[in-house]
């Protein structure tokens, strides 16, 4: 009999740990993709915003793309914010805030998290 207890006691303890653990594994899955969305959209910024060779980009159209852009990271959850548009030389760099939020269950954990970036995309 007291093995059955010891061994229900250890497969109780298992169990908690591999819930634990898969808590820790969506946390940091969640932040790992907000790191890949804030690459995309620098890599979006530069390609689509910047000055095309053959013709002008109008802040009209740069604007449609970035709230374009808005949209479509704002499907997958988060949030994008743009921020203060400076110029260096022949670049423009642009502040965006990407926001998003993680949860743990088992822990009874929530926050919202803030990521800051700095793109930038060439002007002529």
């Known amino acids: 009999m007291k093995g059955i207890i010891e061994t229900s006691i250890y497969l109780i303890i298992f169990a ?15 932040v790992s993709d907000a790191g890949e969305i804030s690459q995309y959209v620098e890599n979006y910024i530069e390609a689509y915003c ?7 980009l109008s802040m009209q159209l ?5 709230d374009m852009l808005s949209r479509s990271v704002q499907e997958g959850g988060m949030k994008l914010t743009y921020g203060k548009v400076s110029r260096a030389g022949d ?15 088992m822990f009874g954990y929530s926050s919202q998290r803030t990521y800051k970036g700095l793109a930038r995309y060439f002007v002529s």
Not at 16 to 30: A, G, K, P, T, W
């Open 91 to 105: 670049y423009e760099y642009m502040e965006y805030t990407l926001e998003y939020s993680l949860s743990a269950a």
């Open 50 to 56: 910047g000055d095309v060779p053959d013709k002008e």
């Open 62 to 66: 740069r604007n449609e793309k970035l």
């Open 16 to 30: 908690l740990v591999c819930f634990f653990s898969i808590d820790f594994i969506r946390i940091n899955q969640r």
